[in-house]
């Protein structure tokens, strides 16, 4: 598991420690993105390589009449919808999407460079059934397995039901949690990606930064009234 074997380093990198160097940055950066193009495929644990806004995208859905809930991280089983970090709720009808809640595009906010995503699916079909990606690297459920890896390889990713499409950008290809007999990796079509943010250029800083000595220097520089009091002299 490819991915999946950074989160450690994603963990144990700080951040902090590392910015103080344009070099070890860049380091980690260049080996996130050789890692993304080693293969057309991941894991369904997730590592951002810059940081910006996390948008995902329904691209489609196809399964029994049911109502699918995709969202962030692994929310208790006996949470409630609003206690969860919900991104999609899709209801499919007959193998097609009936409708998609809040829309069909979410931007899900910033995350800094090395975040680590992982996702949750909540199925109503013939129950209430969780699946959870961050269970694959310890002990994964068949739920859990059966949405988040492509078991048959029917997609040809490598047993992987996530496409790498380029820097920061996947599709899910994910069945439901009610998918036990089948895995046609089709029930949430879903892409991920991040729009990286406007990071100022070194000059930019300088600039600021000569902005804020030429203020300092304004300001200590006494005003015509003083200079003028420091030539009265007192002729006795």
Known sequence: ??????????????????SRSRRCVLGIKICLLLLAFASSQADALLITTAPGDLIFEFLDGKGGTSTQEFGMGTPSTSSTIA????????????????SVSPSSIVNFGFFPAASVLDFYNVSSFGGT????????????????LVVFTDTNNSLGFGGSAVEIVGIDNWILHLDDAASLSNDDDNELVIRVRVVPSAIPEPGTFSLFGLGLTFLALLKRRPSSTERGSWRVRTVG
């Open 1 to 18: 598991m490819r991915l999946v074997g950074l989160l450690g380093v994603a963990r144990w990198w700080n951040p902090s420690e590392c």
């Open 83 to 98: 206690e969860r970090d919900v991104i999609f709720v899709a209801e499919l009808v007959s193998e097609t999407v009936a």
């Open 129 to 144: 059934f969780f699946a959870f990606s961050s269970s694959l690297g310890d002990t994964p459920t068949a739920r859990d």
